[in-house]
């Protein structure tokens, strides 16, 4: 399985962006799909996710606050999110992630399969 992540950049304060995560190779049936977040320093961290490629549930960690939403396509093999109102503390590196599993989403140890990851910098 292999993850390509796109659509980090350099905004300022308010501002959105969108980032894409391409899923290809060896897919499962129904696998979860989380977009976590990691500064210099600090553990990764879960930002959004989604239980099942097909009909799952979607949760997002609580500083998201309304401001991002997840999507998907599956006809394109694609997971996206949309951060709006962008604050100088999202900036960090955005990395997709798929799981085999639909439980545990919100936890970086249950994902196998990483993207490259996507810097995202807010100015203030």
């Known amino acids: 399985v292999q993850l390509q992540a796109s659509g980090g950049g350099l905004v300022q304060a308010g501002n959105s962006l969108r980032l894409s995560c391409v899923v290809s190779?060896?897919?499962?049936?129904?696998?979860?799909m989380g977009w976590f977040r990691q500064t210099p320093g600090k553990e990764r961290e879960f930002v959004a996710g989604?239980?099942?490629?097909?009909?799952?549930?979607?949760y997002y960690a609580n500083f998201v606050k309304g401001r991002f939403t997840l999507s998907r396509d599956t006809a394109k093999n694609t997971v996206h999110l949309q951060m709006n109102s962008l604050q100088p503390e999202d900036t960090a590196v955005y990395y997709c992630?798929?799981?085999?599993?639909?439980?545990?989403?919100?936890?970086?140890?249950?994902?196998?399969?990483w993207g490259q990851g996507t810097q995202v910098t807010v100015s203030s």
């Open positions: 992630a798929a799981t085999p599993t639909s439980r545990y989403i919100r936890f970086p140890s249950k994902y196998p399969y």
């Open positions: 989604i239980t099942g490629w097909i009909g799952g549930s979607i």
């Open positions: 190779g060896r897919t499962f049936s129904d696998y979860g």
